[in-house]
């Protein structure tokens, strides 16, 4: 079976570790990149650099990826489905809800493959994490709690901290969960001058009754990527920036100092941390969206899926307005 024939549209700071990655998995062909401002990172090889999607879709191509601002995300993502291409849409779906249910739409009329960039998925921490979850090693799920922070990232100018950083948390969640958000509480700040906002803090409820707490922000010097799941048995700490998966279990030995055992809930048990094998997450990805579009499997994040996220992100920021508007000055 020949290589299914990849062509990428936008070079920036994401989409140039696209290009790497998919020269570097088997059962694909990198044939043609694209980007109106040019090979900025000097990517494209021996490839030239086309200039639209158009031309990218000229190349003759069996898949795509779309890497582009999220704003242009519409665009390009119903010029690739109209045809005919398996896209892979960098996260999130899209600039607005609206135009994330016409993407939806486009995509799945077509019976086509369209999968959104969520890669914290793929993390291996995460991965390990979410088969013990199924696994019952926690038991009852009661808490999912996140930290995402660190400084600003000069390269986003489009969109605010809660559709690039906090729809990895909101998707990750329900995903760990296999739950939807029924309920979002938010407050959000703006403290660097932009037109988008920089900080959020976020409680929630899934449906399964697990509650939810994220904490993002682009305001720190600390880059943490922390996700703590706690349980009936004890608590799993996933650090997605070493792709480390450690489990604090409850113990079984009472305290006998009255106390302090008055005051713990649960007693301290056995840590353990887990030797797990460290893919690259967006290879993992790029395998998954390969694997769906040969029919083999579909491990990827789906298009609705990723519109689920941007809602519940849009909620979040519709409370946090809500939330201001509210506040007194004494």
Not at 217 to 224: A, D, G, Q, V, Y
């Amino acid at each position: 079976m020949s290589n299914l024939r990849v062509g990428i549209i936008g070079l920036g700071m994401m989409g140039r570790h696209h290009v790497r990655v998919v020269r570097e998995t088997s059962g694909v062909e990198l044939v043609a990149v694209a980007d109106p401002f040019g090979d900025v990172h000097g990517v494209a090889g021996p490839l030239t650099a086309l200039e639209s999607v158009h031309q990218l879709i000229e190349a003759g191509i069996d898949m795509a990826v779309c890497a582009v601002p999220t704003a242009q995300h519409e665009a390009v993502g119903l010029a690739l489905a109209e045809a005919g291409v398996h896209t892979l849409i960098e996260k999130p779906i899209a600039h607005s809800v609206e135009a994330g249910e016409r993407l939806v739409e486009a995509f799945a009329s077509r019976g086509l493959v369209g999968a959104v960039g969520h890669v914290e998925r793929y993390n291996p921490a995460l991965q390990s994490l979410r088969a013990r979850m199924a696994d019952g090693d926690l038991g009852e799920i009661y808490q999912i709690a996140t930290r995402r922070q660190g400084p600003f990232p000069a390269r986003i100018a489009d969109v605010g901290v809660v559709k690039d950083l906090a729809t990895h948390d909101i998707d990750l969640t329900a995903w760990l969960a296999q739950s939807r958000y029924v309920g979002i509480s938010a407050q959000t700040t703006t403290r660097s001058g932009r037109e988008h906002e920089d900080m959020i803090a976020v409680t929630g409820r899934l449906a399964d009754g697990t509650i939810t707490n994220h904490l993002v922000n682009w305001l720190s010097p600390i880059k943490e990527r922390v996700t703590v799941v706690t349980g009936e048995k004890g608590a799993f700490v996933a650090d997605t920036l070493t792709a480390d998966l450690t489990f604090y279990g409850n113990g079984v030995v009472d305290t006998e100092w009255a106390s302090v055992a008055n005051f713990r809930g649960v007693s301290e048990g056995d840590v353990t941390r887990y030797a797990i094998p460290k893919p690259e997450p967006l290879r993992t990805e790029h395998e998954s969206f390969r694997d769906a579009v040969l029919g083999i499997s579909d491990r990827t994040v789906s298009l609705q899926e990723g519109l689920d996220t941007l809602r519940t992100a849009e909620w979040a920021l519709a409370s946090a307005q809500q939330t201001d508007s509210r506040v007194m000055v004494s």
